[in-house]
Structure formats: C-alpha cells, structure tokens
C-alpha cells in the first residue's frame, strides 16, 4: 500500500510538472536576473537557515513545510515568479528561487574567464552598473556565490560576474 501511494505521488507530480511546463512559453530563469535556464528535474540546494515552502505561488498562500539549509531540491516549474520543487521527501511546495543555488556550483577559489569580454557588474544582475571588464584569460578569486552568479576580487576591487563565463 505504501508502495502504492508513492508512486501514485510521483504520477501525479510527473503530470502537474508536464502540465505546468506546457503551459509555460518560457523556461524559468534560474535564479533571479540569471541567464542560465532552469530545466525539468535539475537539483538546487537551498541557501538559507529556513526556506518556506508554500501551497501555491506567492506569500499569500499557506506555508506547508520548511526546507533547511543545504538540503536538496528538485526544480518541476513555475507560476508567477515561483519555483514549484519537489522535495527530498517526496512532497511537492513552491518556493521563491532567489534562496536557492544549482547544485552543480563551483566553489571559491581561482577561476579564469572564458571569453572575449566578461562584464563585471556592482550586484548580480544584468541590470546593475557596469564597473567593468576582463579579459579573456584573466584570472579571479571567486569568493561568494548568488545563484548562477559569483562574487569576484580583481584589482582591489569586487564584483559580480556570471558564473557560465568562468572556469577553475
């Protein structure tokens, strides 16, 4: 009977993911003013000591759980700015995205960027002010991480870049 109800939880979870995800014209953003594109079934950690994990999309609907810090999660869809994810347990929530990381994030630590010209940004968001660039090949120390964003030392200074044009 357990069995039972566990997989009858996954099949409805699969349809309401396929059902949201159809609707949807355009993929999620990953993470805030994030480039990176959320997809069906990718894992994010939660950054914070408590994530609220509500009934529907938005803080008028009722908290139904919490998630903790470091825990894992898997990302379904989204309404109205709000992450739906299925948590470790098995129970589905929305969440709001910006308190979450992919799982596959580098560390702090030397990185090199990628291209011609990575911009360097006074918060991490396209929209920020530009405080700069580097070069192709110019070596950073990544300290911080904001989603699909890092925190960057160069030249006595900080900054936000994107994480896709970096690499260790």
Known sequence: MKNASRI????????LAALLLSAAVVPALAVGQST????????YIVRVKKLNV???????YRVTKHAKKGQNVTYLGKSKGWWLVELPSGKL?????QYLTRSNM???GIYVSTTKKVKVYKSPK???????SLKKG???YLDYLNGDWGLIYYNGRSGWVPLKYLRK
């Open 138 to 140: 110019t070596s950073v």
């Open 93 to 97: 929530g929305w969440v709001d995205k």
């Open 126 to 132: 396209t929209s920020a002010r530009k405080l700069g």
């Open 106 to 108: 580098p560390r702090s």
């Open 36 to 43: 990176t594109l959320a997809k069906f079934g990718d894992k």
């Open 54 to 60: 509500r009934s529907g999309p938005g803080i008028g």
């Open 8 to 15: 009858l939880r996954r099949l409805l979870c699969a349809l």
